[in-house]
């Protein structure tokens, strides 16, 4: 069981800790000024990740095939003044039974299959063809990443599959406002006025897709360098325009136009809503952002 956690090493600097961790990247390296071999290894678990030196003397201990496994090492903290905070390994060994729970924040199998065949049973409620259509191959051309994409390095959205929960979650908000405003609003609207629904589906999936390129996945998640030119909104614009490219999916100018819309006023709160589905996708996205931060600051709090 894993009791050490990469944000909490830093309180046991010049001390031994004992303690499993996962292994991103492994490579032989020398000192500058004696020559003597080295290997620097990348360890890390679902709070970060830490640089581990194992010096000539254990070097037996390493092999390659140690990449991407988890191992249980022994190693003193050190505190580098130039690299900040080390392990100096004395002893590690391949762990072949633990928990990848404590190593990758994620979605587990289970969880991740459940919420990427609901957001395939939305993408089917819509009945206008060309929506459908672009929804199924978007879903489709990015199925890996939307199943891993986190989305922020910190904080309740920090895992794998942070993306498509946010997708399904936002979509199913904003389906239930609208179904609630065509049924109960007064005075009722007139038959062929209703909020569209298949309008709500495309477009809250299509403004959230936009953020599956934001970071790459745990253990190691960094700033993905597209983000940096590319904002979610631009990305979604992106994404959009490439499935367009598809002959089968017939939109006209008008549809286009008001996609278009729907993705500028999610991601710009300066930019008042031109249409109610626009509104409500809006508003569900908010709604979403609200819950989540409340949530986890209740589980930090338990």
Same mark, same amino acid.
């Given at each position: 069981?894993?009791?050490i ?12 800790? %004992? ?33 581990g ?7 037996? @201990?390493?092999s ?14 050190f ?30 199998? @289970?969880?991740k299959?459940?919420? !990427?065949t609901t957001l395939?049973?939305?993408g ?8 459908? #259509? ?6 489709? %051309? ?23 929960? #946010?997708?399904v979650?936002?979509?199913?908000i904003?389906? @239930? ?37 934001? !970071? ?11 983000t ?6 631009? @990305?979604?614009?992106?994404?959009? %325009? ?25 991601h ?8 109610? %589905? ?7 996205? #908010?709604i ?15």
């Amino acid at each position: 069981m894993k009791n050490i956690y990469v944000s909490q090493i830093s309180d046991y600097t010049a001390s031994m800790i %004992e303690d499993e961790f996962y292994v991103v990247a492994l490579s032989k390296s020398v000192t500058d000024k004696s020559g003597i071999p080295y290997y620097r290894l990348v360890l890390a678990d679902k709070t970060g990740a830490i640089t581990g030196i194992v010096w000539d003397q254990h070097m037996e @201990q390493i092999s390659e095939n140690l990449i991407h496994t988890i191992v249980r090492i022994k190693a003193e903290v050190f505190n580098n003044k130039t690299r900040g905070v080390e392990l100096i390994i004395s002893e590690i060994k391949k762990v072949e039974c633990s928990d990848i729970s404590d190593f990758i924040n994620r979605l587990d199998d @289970q969880l991740k299959n459940k919420y !990427f065949t609901t957001l395939r049973k939305m993408g089917e409620m819509v009945k206008n063809i060309s929506y459908k #259509q672009l929804i199924s191959i978007m879903i489709s %051309e990015n199925e890996n990443i939307l199943k891993d994409a986190p989305l922020s390095l910190i904080g309740p959205c920090n895992y794998n599959g942070a993306v498509l929960v #946010q997708i399904v979650s936002v979509t199913s908000i904003a389906v @239930q406002i609208a179904r609630s405003q065509n049924s109960l609003t007064y005075p009722p609207y007139k038959k062929g006025t209703e909020i569209d629904s298949d309008l709500i589906i495309t477009g809250t999936i299509l403004a959230t897709i936009g953020n599956i390129n934001r !970071f790459s996945s745990f253990p190691i998640s960094t700033i993905a360098a597209s983000t940096s030119l590319l904002t979610s909104e631009l @990305q979604a614009i992106q994404l959009l %325009e490439k499935c367009l490219k598809n002959d089968t999916i017939l939109i006209s100018d008008n549809e286009k136009n008001t996609l278009y819309n729907i993705i500028h006023t999610v991601h710009n709160n300066s930019i008042k809503p031109m249409i109610r %589905e626009a509104a409500i996708i809006r508003s569900a996205y #908010q709604i979403y952002n609200i819950l989540i931060r409340m949530d986890y600051k209740t589980y930090e709090n338990q």
